[in-house]
């Protein structure tokens, strides 16, 4: 969950029941936290019948791609997808609303973006068992692409790279102070690993912006949402829906040739003209490495905590991604 300074004491609790009840005509009596979703302050709701997932959130930067997600979900529940959270739509037919934390609470943002879906039972489970069925319920949304929706257009580009330059520029001009300086001391110690994978990015970026056909409705982390519940499987956390390349829904698997065996093969059977292409692969491996390197450096500027930063650098699965990107 992103970090903000909302106290959710009982003044805020209770105007949330009230809000979701005036709203929705949702009678909630018991409101649990939900640990699903990164941007989001997720609750799972109780009411005397049913139970219902709301997601508020307070990240300015990510709201319009939150609100803007909602049609797409909606669209594609609409069409017969049964795997993901059906949006509960408020008594005016709206997919969601601002909520506001109560005047007394301290807040960087007072104001959030509240959906409420269906609630979805389950565990959060990611197995190699389960890419079989994840990449055949993947193949169901690529067939039901369209346009028009107001979601990003993945570019090919090494903004990843330079947005995380700037960053260590900004955290170079800070005063300084002992995290500050082991954080940048990590980065010097990796000073020619981070040269070579933000090369390679800007060469793959001008490689693959050749050809931008194959775009489809991508989720970009439906492993690390995949549930299994009641004998069922769901992938859930459409925030970031984008049309991109199959490739964004792929590379974090690509080190394993059965992997990229099976996602072509399930491409195939669901009768998609498309196979996956090492170099967008490959691509996306140094995109997302800068990708969440810069997550963990907006934590860090934002709170001065860089733990995460270590951890990822010297003892992460990314690597094993950035070695088969270097082979292509």
Known sequence: MYRNYIQRDSEYMNRLKDVICEQYH???????????????ETWKLETPDNFYFAKLDYFKRHQKIFRNSLP?????????????????????????????????????????VLGVFEWIDGENIETDETKTPEYQMLCEIYKLTKSGFEIPV??????????????????????????GNHVLSLFEQLKSELS????????????????????YIT????????????????????????????????WVMCCHSWAVKLFNNTLKQAGIDCILRPERLAFYC??????????????????????????????????DRIKFADTI
């Open 26 to 40: 949702i009678d909630v009596i018991d409101i649990t936290p939900a640990k699903r979703g990164y941007y989001g």
């Open 154 to 179: 993945f570019e090919f580009s090494d903004k990843a790279a330079v947005d995380f330059y700037d960053k260590c520029k900004r955290l170079n001009a800070m005063p300084q102070s002992k995290p």
């Open 72 to 112: 797409v979900v909606d669209y594609l529940c609409e069409n017969g997808i049964g795997f993901i959270n059906n949006v509960i739509k408020t008594r005016d037919g709206k997919l969601n609303i601002f909520f506001d934390a109560p005047e007394s609470t301290p807040v960087l943002s007072s104001s959030a």
């Open 219 to 250: 989720h970009g982390d439906a492993g690390g949402n995949f549930i299994v519940g009641n004998g069922r499987n769901y992938i859930v956390d459409w925030d970031e829906v984008m049309y991109a390349p199959i490739e964004r829904d792929a």
């Open 286 to 319: 140094y995109h997302m490495f800068f990708y969440y390197l810069c997550e963990f450096m907006n934590d860090f500027l934002s709170h001065g905590e860089g733990r995460e930063i270590e951890g990822y650098l010297f003892q992460s699965w990314i690597w």
């Open 196 to 215: 070579h994978c933000s090369s390679r990015l800007a060469y793959l970026s001008s490689v693959c912006r050749r050809d931008k056909s194959h775009f």
